[in-house]
Every structure is written in C-alpha cells, then in structure tokens.
C-alpha cells in the first residue's frame, strides 16, 4: 500500500484521520484485528463511519480521508461519534 503516510490532520482516542492527496477513493477504513475481534463489530464501525459521511456529505476533491479506528470508538454512540467525524473532517476543509 503505502510505504509512508503523511502526517495525520486529527487525532483522538477514537481515531486518527489522514488526508492523502491525488488518490481516486474518498474515504478508507481501517480498523485492527487485534482490537475488534469479529468482523461483525469491524463491519459495524465500518457501516457508521460510510453512513456519517453520506448524511453529512463529507467529501473532498483531490484526495481522500484514511481513519484509523481505535478501541475506544465502540462505545461512542452514533450521534456522538457523528460529532466528533464531521467536526474533525470539518476543521480540514476549512
């Protein structure tokens, strides 16, 4: 994938967002093995993150947003995690 990223633009305990420049996706997920043990609970984090940016419309020309999902993001609520995602993506794009 890629050998080096940039420097990510936000951080939190939740997650960890990076902007990469001159890439064709507009949003990529990642989320550990080692933290989320079954795909259900991974493809859940996943389905809320794709949901938050469809609703809000959280789109960039010219690149996309990488989030890195940490542990602590599964015991957000939704509309608290909705929060933090469209502030985050939000103080980017300004």
Same mark, same amino acid.
């Given at each position: 994938? *890629? #050998?080096r990223l940039p420097r990510h633009?936000? #951080? !939190?305990?939740?997650?960890?967002i @990076? @902007? *990469?420049?001159?890439d064709k996706e507009s949003l990529r997920i990642s989320? !550990?093995?080692k933290n989320f043990k079954l795909a259900v609970s991974r493809n859940l984090v996943k389905r809320h993150i794709k949901e938050i940016f469809r609703i809000n419309e959280l789109k960039v020309e010219g690149g996309c947003f990488l989030i890195f999902? @940490?542990?602590p @993001? !599964?015991?957000l609520k939704y509309s608290e995690a909705s929060v933090e995602i469209v502030n985050a993506v939000k103080s980017h794009n300004l």
């Amino acid at each position: 994938m *890629l #050998s080096r990223l940039p420097r990510h633009f936000y #951080s !939190s305990k939740n997650f960890r967002i @990076f @902007f *990469l420049k001159d890439d064709k996706e507009s949003l990529r997920i990642s989320i !550990s093995k080692k933290n989320f043990k079954l795909a259900v609970s991974r493809n859940l984090v996943k389905r809320h993150i794709k949901e938050i940016f469809r609703i809000n419309e959280l789109k960039v020309e010219g690149g996309c947003f990488l989030i890195f999902v @940490f542990t602590p @993001f !599964s015991k957000l609520k939704y509309s608290e995690a909705s929060v933090e995602i469209v502030n985050a993506v939000k103080s980017h794009n300004l």
